[in-house]
Nanobody
Framework: QVQLVESGGGSVQAGESLRLSCAAS?????MGWFRQAPGKEREGVAT????????YYADSVKGRFTISHDSANNTLYLQMNSLKTDDTAVYYC????????????????????WGRGTQVTVSS
């Protein structure tokens, strides 16, 4: 089982920025950020293939969030700009091994290792 540890959550005002980090030593994996708001299902935010850097984003965050992976520091990032109150949720880092010929699409059920989550609260 892969160990994933998130950090960087907090409370901000709408329009501000936050950067989430997830420490994990993974090569050629699909990694992603997911979130879950109270009373709602867990949803995908963004995913990346760590070896090539291919990225996928949910429509709700395109143009505002950027996912990246620093292989030298073994860290996954999520830069969140122009935050909205609707972005309030617990954010989770997740991963699964990359399968040759496949893609790192945003689908909760494909990810088999999860962090414990970090809270992001955006107020108006």
């Amino acid at each position: 089982q892969v160990q994933l540890v998130e950090s960087g959550g907090g409370s901000v005002q709408a329009g501000e920025s936050l950067r989430l980090s997830c420490a994990a030593s993974l090569s050629n994996y699909c990694m992603g950020w997911f979130r879950q708001a109270p009373g709602k299902e867990r949803e995908g935010v963004a995913t990346i293939r760590t070896l090539r850097g291919d990225t996928y984003y949910a429509d709700s965050v395109k143009g505002r969030f950027t996912i990246s992976h620093d292989s030298a520091n073994n860290t996954l990032y999520l830069q969140m700009n122009s935050l909205k109150t609707d972005d309030t949720a617990v954010y989770y880092c997740a991963s699964h091994p990359f399968i040759f010929g496949d893609t790192c699409i945003i689908k909760v059920g494909r990810f088999d290792s999860w962090g414990r989550g970090t809270q992001v609260t955006v107020s108006s």
